[in-house]
């Protein structure tokens, strides 16, 4: 069975700034990710997890190396090419959830499938993430894991190709977390999305494919699991 | 240095385009401040001090001739300091290289220029000598204008004679700052000008020895000038006295004291307009950037600062602001009125400007910028420096939105995402909305107020010399002459058509209210001069009673069918009353007309003609000039377009220099707010907006929240800015109106369609260099932190 592989990165350097002010957010990293797999960033903080995360999301740009996607040079993009990527393929969940806070539970998912090519219908996906009775809340009138589960809503309901979540759970207490990566993990199983996870909690891990350890900019180690338990088994 | 006030420093540098928009704000009030007030108050310094170092008199009164030992009569009068009589002589001038007829006034002084009152100041050269036949001196401007030289020679006809003049000096004295031919509109220095000759020949050449034409007087501090008047018109009735009057009736005083009313109505109109604008703008502004500091005072206060501390960083953060603002204004003021001085002095024959800002003037500008930089910024910093610092450092807490009418109307307009964000987010807080809204409204009410000036100043000229004015030319007559002349000019070459003018001076009166004017009689089925009423329609001239200008009309108390009595002021003196027939809409002077059947009865010595309205070929216009200026019964010519062309320019010299500094002021102001108010959108909602660009929306898609949001902000302040610039427009238009000249208030469609247009391009551009800002939005960051 051949596996059809999504992003394709080699010898990537991130460097900010120069000389000896200068910080080496990532030092040569080269690895592969496959078309629907889950993936969990480990590692402290200053690691180099979000960096990476950032660039395979279009927000920024490696400093040196090659990063392909689907066999597409990532770091020959224009910025306009760059957003029209982010538009297309990748789905974002955020520590704090960034709402907008104008718009409520419905409309904030609207606002991602008005620029979306194939989109789920907005009251479809917020059933999904079991919302349906709150479609027209604002954010200010619902919980935080209800606010992250509008998050999500709106990250899967382009059916992106890629889904980022930066500490998706960060805010959130361990049953509100469980739901949220149930729905996350839900989007990779329906939709073959590709799911990378950035998190503090190690417990996490067993849910993916593989996990990538940080260390100082670098993969220090990757993580095989042979098999992915589910949310609800975590040991949070 | 305290780390406090390094970072106040900082701060400043940090937020420098935000501050230098407020600081121009105020600095453009302060400007328009300084400017009007210090204009105004250096104007009538100079006049003042001229009036007294050439002691300008205080009464005056011409007539035919009386014997100088007459002086000395009135001079024991009681209130009477000093009098002083001289010979007054409008003469003509041949001046070979043009082909129209210059005319002057011709003064006599005693040896080298000298006199007691209205004393000459020689320029260049020297007085003429009291024997000298022929010596003169000649008014600044009219030498200038005409380019006469010390030395050169005129050619003038006095008094039927003919006789070489030789310039000796340049001179101008206090009676003569502004030098109008008798009849004219308006000042031409290159057609008329005053001349100064030694007495004795001065009665030589004029047949008056030791008699005298004009007398003027100073009077003492108890005198009662209406007694004074009173006394010297009884003493001089049998000399053929026109009448006396005071300084508010001598012209060249009241054209000064006209442009005073009108500088001082501008600067207490104007300025306060601008500050009150200004004031407004700048404390809303302030108020929302300090606002915008919430977490940073939070953290002040973490460590252990004070709220009065934290208050008085803030405080002094708006008053940096609006110092510089300050300093910018009174410098930009002062400097600008400096300019309008030297336009001053070109119009008016000053020989010298005493142009000062006082210190009263900085300071009401310091002050009245200051408070209101500190009310805004108390406004801001107090709202935050009351929250407990874990709480001012943390974010606000989300707003809280509610569907209401504006989520209905955006269901209706199908505003989509993007349409919902703009719409909920002014309707969320719509003080703060209405405020910015409401500020912007009042800076367009502002920008129209001045622009609407032009059309207004068109009204006047539009009225005046293409409704009102028929003639091409007028030709003023030494003495009145019988009808039968009308059929000499007919022969003139390129004449059309004649119409016969009689001028007559009277004081009209109604009960205790007088004024003294001049009642010009017109043939009623005359066609070269058209009387337009109130209602704007064109009417005859009545045969019987008084066709009286509205403000007289007003001044007087009366309407049609009341009667006025004229006391006529040369001639026999005659005393009439008159019914009131017509009142006509005039924006110039406050004159009176009636037939000249009419006015022939009133002067009691036939209908003669002291002026003669033509309608002329113009392709014929030069020979007839020359034929002019060979006809000896004529004193002077005046073209209806020359005319109009000077009146135009000594309006944009004037007013329209002033509107000009004003228009620029207020699309300042336009752009200190729109700036502004992007900014702070932009900082308040930063974050959704790197949100959205996280999410795959475009830059344009974006900017286009920022910019929508100012934009409805901006359409909504249009109608309400219109308004105000109605209201603040008949306001200023009225202020600025005097006895000599009335500001109509009547702007054009287009004028609106201006001011509106010059606010959306300043909004547009201020809200185009904010939104550049979307550009460099970092998405990263958002990630990362909190809303």
Request: aromatic share 8%; with cysteine; proline share 4%.
């Amino acid at each position: 069975m051949t596996v059809s592989m999504d992003f394709q990165a080699r010898d990537l350097h991130k460097q900010y700034g120069e000389g000896a002010a200068a910080v080496h957010a990532l030092r040569g990293l080269s690895f592969d990710i496959n078309a629907g797999e889950v993936l969990v960033f480990l590692g402290p903080s200053g690691s180099g997890k979000s960096t990476l995360l950032n660039i395979i999301g279009g927000l920024d740009r490696a400093s040196s190396g090659a990063l392909d996607f689907r066999g597409q040079d990532l770091m020959a993009l224009s910025d306009t090419a760059l957003t029209r990527y982010r538009r297309r393929n990748i789905g974002f969940v955020f520590q704090f959830y960034n709402l907008i806070p104008s718009l409520t539970a419905a409309e904030n998912v609207r606002l991602v499938t008005d620029i979306a090519a194939d989109p789920l219908p907005a009251q479809d996906v917020l059933a999904q993430v079991g919302l349906s009775g709150r479609t027209s809340h604002y954010p200010a009138q619902l919980s935080g894991g209800e606010q992250q589960r509008v998050a999500v809503a709106r990250a899967i309901a382009k059916r992106p190709d890629i889904l980022l979540c930066d500490e998706p759970t960060g805010a959130l207490d361990s049953q509100t977390g469980i739901t949220v990566l149930e729905v996350l993990a839900q989007a990779n199983r329906a939709y073959g999305t590709t799911l990378i996870i950035i998190t503090h909690n190690s417990g996490i891990g067993a849910m993916a494919d593989r996990v990538f350890h940080f260390l100082d900019g670098d993969i220090a180690r990757i993580e095989h699991n042979d098999t992915r338990i589910a949310p609800t088994e975590i040991n949070w | 240095m305290k780390t406090l006030t390094l970072k106040l420093l900082r701060d400043l540098w940090r937020l420098r385009s935000q501050a230098l928009a407020i600081a121009l704000v105020i600095a453009a009030a302060s400007a328009t401040l300084v400017l009007s007030l210090s204009v105004h108050a250096s104007l009538k310094n100079t006049q003042e001090m001229y009036y007294t170092q050439n002691r300008f008199a205080d009464v005056f009164t011409d007539f035919k001739r009386a014997p100088r030992g007459i002086i000395e009569r009135i001079e024991s009068l009681d209130g009477v300091s000093v009098a002083q009589g001289r010979i007054k002589q409008y003469v003509t001038i041949d001046k070979p290289d043009t082909v129209e007829p210059l005319r002057a006034l011709i003064l006599s002084v005693e040896d080298q220029g000298t006199s007691v009152l209205n004393r000459l100041l020689i320029k260049d050269g020297r007085g003429p000598d009291l024997y000298a036949a022929g010596e003169v001196v000649v008014d600044d401007s009219f030498a200038k204008a005409n380019g006469f030289a010390i030395g050169d020679t005129l050619s003038a006809t006095i008094y039927g004679t003919k006789q070489d003049l030789t310039i000796v000096g340049r001179g101008l004295a206090p009676d003569y700052i502004w030098a109008m031919a008798p009849g004219d509109l308006i000042a031409d220095d290159t057609r008329f000008g005053v001349l100064w000759m030694g007495r004795k020949a001065l009665e030589a050449v004029t047949d008056r020895t030791e008699a005298i034409t004009s007398i003027s007087l100073k009077l003492n501090g108890q005198a009662r000038e209406q007694e004074v008047v009173r006394q010297l018109d009884q003493i001089l009735e049998p000399y053929g006295s026109a009448g006396a009057y005071g300084r508010d009736d001598h012209i060249s005083h009241a054209f000064i004291i006209n442009e005073l009313v009108q500088l001082k109505a501008m600067a207490y109109s104007m300025p306060p307009i601008f500050l009150s604008v200004a004031c407004f703008l700048v404390y809303i502004v302030l108020g929302r950037l300090i606002r915008t500091e919430r977490s940073r005072i939070g953290l002040l206060k973490a460590f252990g600062y004070s709220s009065a501390a934290i208050t008085w960083h803030y405080l002094s953060f708006a008053m940096v602001i609006a110092f510089c603002g300050v300093v910018m204004g009174v410098a930009l003021g002062a400097w600008l009125g400096g300019e309008i001085m030297q336009l001053y002095m070109v119009h008016y024959r000053f020989p010298f400007s005493y142009y000062s800002v006082s210190p009263g003037v900085m300071g009401i500008a310091a002050v009245l910028s200051n408070a209101a930089a500190l009310l805004g910024a108390f406004g801001g910093v107090r709202s935050v420096a009351l929250l407990t610092p874990a709480v001012a450092m943390a974010p606000a807490a989300p707003a809280v939105y509610k569907t209401g009418w504006v989520e209905r109307f955006g269901i209706i307009m199908n505003a989509g995402g993007i349409g919902n964000m703009v719409t909920r987010h002014l309707a969320r807080w719509p003080v703060r909305s209405a405020m910015t809204s409401f500020g912007v409204a009042m800076a367009l009410g502002l920008l129209f107020s001045v622009l609407q000036f032009s059309d207004g100043t068109s009204e006047v000229i539009e009225n005046y010399y293409f409704r009102s004015q028929k003639q091409d030319m007028s030709v003023s007559l030494i003495e009145p002459r019988s009808p039968a002349v009308i059929h000499d000019f007919y022969k003139l070459p390129g004449v059309i058509k004649v119409e016969p003018r009689r001028s007559v001076s009277a004081k009209l009166r109604n009960g205790p209210r007088a004024r003294r004017t001049g009642i010009e009689g017109r043939p009623p089925d005359g066609t070269l001069a058209a009387l337009i009423d109130r209602s704007g329609r064109h009417q005859r001239m009545p045969e019987r009673g008084l066709t009286l200008s509205a403000v007289l009309a007003k001044k007087l108390r009366v309407e049609i069918g009341d009667v006025v009595t004229v006391e006529v002021l040369e001639g026999h003196h005659r005393v009439v009353d008159l019914p009131v027939a017509m009142v006509i809409k005039e924006y110039v002077g406050e004159r009176a007309y009636a037939s000249l059947e009419t006015v022939a009865q009133l002067t009691g010595d036939g209908s003669g003609a002291t002026r003669l309205q033509l309608k002329i070929d113009p392709a014929r216009r030069d020979d007839l000039m020359r034929a002019l200026k060979s006809t000896p019964a004529v004193l002077g010519v005046s073209e209806r377009s020359s005319e109009r062309v000077k009146f135009s320019q000594m309006i944009d010299e004037n007013i329209n220099t002033f509107m000009t500094f004003f228009t620029v002021f207020s699309a300042i102001i336009v752009i200190g707010v729109v700036y502004n108010s992007a900014r702070i959108i932009f900082s308040e909602r930063a974050h959704e907006l790197a949100t959205l660009r996280v999410l795959g929306y475009t830059r344009t898609e974006v900017g286009s929240i920022l910019l929508g949001e100012i934009a409805i902000l901006v359409f909504l302040a249009l109608p309400t800015g219109c308004v105000f610039g109605y209201a603040f427009g008949s306001l200023i238009s009225e202020l600025v109106s005097s006895d000599l000249f009335r500001m109509p208030f009547s702007p054009a469609r287009s004028t609106y369609g201006s001011a509106m247009i010059l606010v959306l391009v300043a909004s547009a551009a201020s809200a185009i260099v904010v939104g550049k800002r979307v550009l460099e939005l970092d998405m990263v960051r958002v990630l990362k932190a909190r809303d």
